[in-house]
């Protein structure tokens, strides 16, 4: 399945986007776009590139059954050990958070927007991945556009 992603210009503490997945459209909210020294924007702090990536089967401890980016033309990889000498990121993942402040440069999604006390946030994260999971099935395959 082939997700979308149109985002919002970034401010300084966030980025918001419309995610369509199927017949359903989320909200997303990011990190800022901070440049580096490679194509990739600084890891952990920055989202990624506009561009289309691989999403690929990621299962840990913290993050179980997500997807995470993998597009190594922009320099995004899915393990550390992938990336090259030349610089790039990894484990940027699609995962539930409410605040980018909490992200390390992943995507999270949420069934709304909102700003609490000045502090720009999606709403009811945990049940827009599950209805992500519900649709989009938990194998090789799927890919995501992003788009500005």
Same mark, same amino acid.
């Given at each position: ?30 990190? /800022? ?38 597009? /190594? ?6 393990? /550390? ?68």
């Amino acid at each position: 399945m082939n997700l979308t992603l149109k985002r919002d210009p970034s401010t300084p503490d966030h980025t918001y986007g419309v995610l369509t997945v199927d017949d359903w459209t989320l909200q997303t909210i990011e990190r /800022p776009w901070i440049p580096a020294d490679h194509l990739g924007g600084t890891n952990g702090i920055s989202c990624v590139p506009c561009g289309t990536y691989q999403l690929v089967l990621h299962d840990t401890a913290a993050h179980p059954q997500t997807w995470a980016l993998v597009n /190594p033309d922009l320099g995004v990889w899915h393990d /550390p050990i992938e990336v090259p000498p030349s610089g790039g990121r990894s484990d940027v993942l699609i995962h539930p958070a409410n605040m980018a402040s909490q992200l390390l440069g992943c995507i999270a999604p949420g069934t709304d927007r909102k700003t609490l006390n000045g502090v720009a946030m999606v709403m009811q994260s945990r049940l827009a991945f599950s209805r992500i999971k519900a649709v989009l099935a938990w194998q090789p395959g799927h890919t995501l556009e992003i788009t500005q």
